[in-house]
C-alpha cells in the first residue's frame, strides 16, 4: 500500500477525487491540517461519491502530529515544482508516502530545503505554472504502482 498525504489541502472536489483515486490503488490518505474545508462540504462528498466510507484514511491535527506517527522506515517524497528530480527517476517501494502541499503554495520551503533528495516534480512545459492536485496524485500514484507490480 502507498500512502498519499495532503497537507493543508484547501480545494474540496481535489480532495474528494484523491479519496476516489486511493481507494481504486489500495493506497491510505492523509489529510494534514488544518484543511481549507470541512470534511462534509458537499463539494468533497459529491467528489468522493459514495466511496468515502471505504477509503482508508487518516487525520493529523499538523505536520508535526504526521511526523510524530511515521514509522522509523518511513520513506516520504515530496513533491513539488521546485526541483528538477523527475518522479519517474524514484524508485518507489511499497509503503512510500507521496506528500503533496496546498494548491495555492505548495509545500513549505523549510520542508523542501530539508529534504532535498526526496523532492520529486512532474516535468511540464515551461508556461505551465502546475497540474491539479488530484491528477498529480494520480500520475505519481501510479507510476508507484507500476514499478511495483
Request: aromatic share 10%; charged share 25%; net charge neutral.
Amino acid at each position: 500500500m502507498f500512502e498519499i498525504v495532503l497537507v493543508e489541502p484547501e480545494i474540496p472536489p481535489n480532495t474528494g477525487n484523491i479519496a476516489r483515486l486511493c481507494l481504486a490503488a489500495g493506497a491510505r490518505l492523509h489529510l494534514v491540517e488544518p484543511l481549507g474545508f470541512s470534511l462534509d462540504d458537499k463539494y468533497l462528498r459529491r467528489a468522493g461519491m459514495d466511496y468515502w466510507p471505504r477509503v482508508p484514511l487518516a487525520r493529523h491535527a499538523s505536520w508535526e502530529a504526521f511526523v510524530h506517527s511515521l514509522p522509523e522506515s518511513a520513506r516520504c517524497f515530496y513533491l513539488t515544482t521546485k526541483t528538477d528530480r523527475p518522479y519517474w527517476g524514484a524508485a518507489f517501494q511499497p509503503g512510500d508516502y507521496l506528500v503533496f502541499g496546498r494548491e495555492t503554495k505548495g509545500l513549505p520551503e523549510r520542508l523542501l530545503a530539508a529534504h532535498p533528495e526526496r523532492c520529486l516534480t512532474i516535468p511540464m512545459e515551461a508556461d505551465a505554472r502546475s497540474i491539479n492536485l488530484a491528477t498529480a496524485a494520480g500520475i505519481v500514484l501510479y507510476e508507484a504502482l507500476r514499478q511495483c507490480r
